[in-house]
């Protein structure tokens, strides 16, 4: 086989979903990093299927994150790029990934994660359920709290000049059968009406947006590499 004498690296890029999240030996861990993973989720069964496969030693990064949206990959991936456009969820979740990052791994979450991707043979990629996962309900509890707090200033005005014909064409279709929907819900508030439709919109947009963004730059970085595409919502 190819990989027989210098083995191969595997990474896996993903959210709670790829840990096995409450499968027989999940466990919630610092930040929710891959390290806490079940030993039943699909990249450990995955890798040992590759070192099978293969007949050789695996290299194994579960670089997986509870909550992980593409946004935040696209962050970790381009930080120059990215910067311009971070909302308050990627901001707040970053930091906390990056101490438990250096504290698991010795070293920066982008660096990490920039370097991963660069060495890998075969990278999985299962991102998305969150964009319209925790950050829809977090924000929904903010908006009916009253408080948006760190989501003050997530608004699909953020990203908007960035999104494709295609994509900016979908979000105004999208607006419309949102807000009738959810007009019942919302009755006078015409200012709560305005922020869930935009709720909405902003979550499908972003998530659209960064997995492009990110499965460009994974291909640009490593364009020897392979990868596969999971879960996408």
Known sequence: AAF??????????GDSSSQGYYTEGFTEGMHGL????????????FRDFLAEKNGCDVTFYQYTVQGMRTNE???????EGAAPY????????????????KALYGTDIKTGFQSAVK?????????GLNNVGMYLTDRLIAIADGDLGIYADDSISLIYDQLDKETADACEKLKTVVSAALRQLAGDD???LEQLVDLFVYSYASFVLYFDKTIDK??????DGELLVFGIC
């Open 34 to 45: 891959g390290d806490y993973s079940s030993k039943n989720s699909y990249p450990f069964l």
């Open 86 to 101: 971070l909302d308050g969820y990627s901001r707040i979740h970053i930091a906390n990934f990056d101490k438990s990052f």
């Open 190 to 192: 015409s200012e709560m």
């Open 119 to 127: 060495d890998a043979d075969v990278i999985t990629y299962d991102l």
């Open 218 to 223: 994974i291909y640009n970085e490593n364009p």
């Open 4 to 13: 027989a004498d210098s083995g191969l690296t595997y990474l896996a890029i």
């Open 73 to 79: 990959l696209y962050a970790l991936l381009d930080p």
